[in-house]
């Protein structure tokens, strides 16, 4: 239980152009997804928090026009990076946690999405 | 933002090898979590920790939620070849109806076969 999956595994889009990743829990309904963005080597960084049916809280930092979240079902969240440069060039990685049991409770990660920018 | 000191950062091993890393925070935590990871793949939880002074072991992996709430250590018992990847500690407060996560900033463990 508590799989989590997302797609594309790895992008690769010209500068200016827009890239939707999506996360998907698969064995669970979840209530809260997070995206995090990694550099290599460095942990992860949260860029973003969405409760499904509500708009998305974004970190310091982060901007949200730039990356847009949408959670509009329990087992689907979108993350849109709008016209993409080299610097958005990154490793992206979306959580899920449900609400029940409290193994559950935690964050279950999705394989992550390389996302590099020409 | 905030992030939790975590020890060593690195670590090269012989394989078959006891290893220990820790975190230490300066804020109380009421959630510990450690996870690994692996090259282009996302964390995985390994093991949830909920209460001071808690031990919980699985498989050959044991962590232990500190009495002052403010760290934790995970061991790994004989380690073996697929235990590379790079193991994150992770705290949480609960305040807050989002509940994030402090990550530390990884312990890389390397082992030699």
């Known amino acids: 239980g508590a799989v989590v999956s997302q797609h594309p595994s790895r992008v690769i889009c010209k500068s200016g152009t827009s890239v939707k990743i999506e996360c998907r829990s698969l064995?669970?309904?979840?209530?809260?997804m997070f995206w995090y963005r990694q550099f290599p080597k460095q942990s992860l960084m949260l860029m973003a928090t969405?409760?499904?049916?509500?708009?998305?809280?974004?970190e310091q930092g982060v901007e949200k026009d730039k990356f847009l979240i949408n959670h509009a079902s329990l087992t689907l969240s979108t993350l849109t990076v709008t016209s993409a440069h080299p610097e958005d060039s990154s490793f992206y990685i979306c959580?899920?946690?449900?609400?029940?049991?409290?193994?559950?409770?935690?964050?279950?990660f999705g394989p992550g999405t390389r996302l590099t920018v020409t | 933002g905030q992030q939790l000191n975590q020890s060593p950062q690195s670590m090269f091993i012989q394989e078959g090898e006891d290893v220990s890393m820790n975190c230490t925070s300066s804020?109380?935590?009421?959630?510990w979590l450690w996870y690994k990871q692996e090259p282009g793949e996302g964390p995985v939880l390994l093991i949830a920790?909920?209460?001071a002074g808690e031990l919980t072991s699985n498989g050959r992996l044991t962590a232990q939620f500190g009495i002052t709430r403010k760290d934790s250590f995970l061991n790994i018992s004989a380690s073996i070849p697929s235990d590379v990847g790079i193991y994150f500690c992770?705290?949480?407060?609960?305040?807050?109806?989002?509940?994030?996560?402090?990550w530390g900033l990884g312990t890389s463990l390397a082992v030699n076969p």
């Open positions: 992770a705290g949480r407060t609960n305040a807050g109806n989002n509940r994030k996560l402090i």
């Open positions: 804020s109380i935590f009421n959630t």
């Open positions: 959580s899920a946690r449900g609400w029940g049991r409290p193994v559950l409770d935690e964050q279950y």
């Open positions: 920790l909920y209460k």
């Open positions: 969405s409760n499904e049916g509500s708009k998305a809280t974004y």
């Open positions: 064995d669970f309904q979840a209530t809260t």
